[in-house]
Nanobody, 123 residues
């Protein structure tokens, strides 16, 4: 499985961006997807995830500003980000793989990451 993320960029505070993550290869090995981010000097953290069955989780900091979704073919995952803040500045990574049913606990052998896309929010 290969993941290609895009859509990052520079935006002013309060603006919006839409990230995309296209999966290729053995798509049948994917039943859970997510977005993570790593800001300057910070640890990587979960932004949002979709588990098998459609269960969605968001990081506490999202507070209704972001929406994760997948296309009908389950090949592309999106992250719509609205009301962006300077503290949202980070490299955003998509992740996909096979997890225990209804969870985002990916099995080590089926755990793939995209290359990351930079999001910079200016004040």
């Amino acid at each position: 499985v290969q993941l290609q993320a895009c859509g990052g960029g520079l935006v002013q505070s309060g603006g919006s961006l839409r990230l995309s993550c296209a999966a290729s290869g053995k798509i049948s090995d994917i039943n859970a997807v997510g977005w993570h981010r790593q800001g300057p000097g910070k640890q990587r953290e979960l932004v949002a995830s979709i588990a098998e069955g459609g269960k969605i989780n968001y990081g506490d900091f999202v507070k209704g500003r972001f929406t994760i979704s997948r296309d009908n073919a389950n090949t592309t995952t999106y992250l719509q980000m609205n009301s962006l803040k300077p503290e949202d500045t980070a490299v955003y990574y998509c992740r996909a793989g096979w997890a225990y049913s209804g969870t985002y606990a990916l099995l080590p052998r089926y755990d793939w990451w995209g290359q990351g896309t930079q999001v910079t929010v200016s004040s």
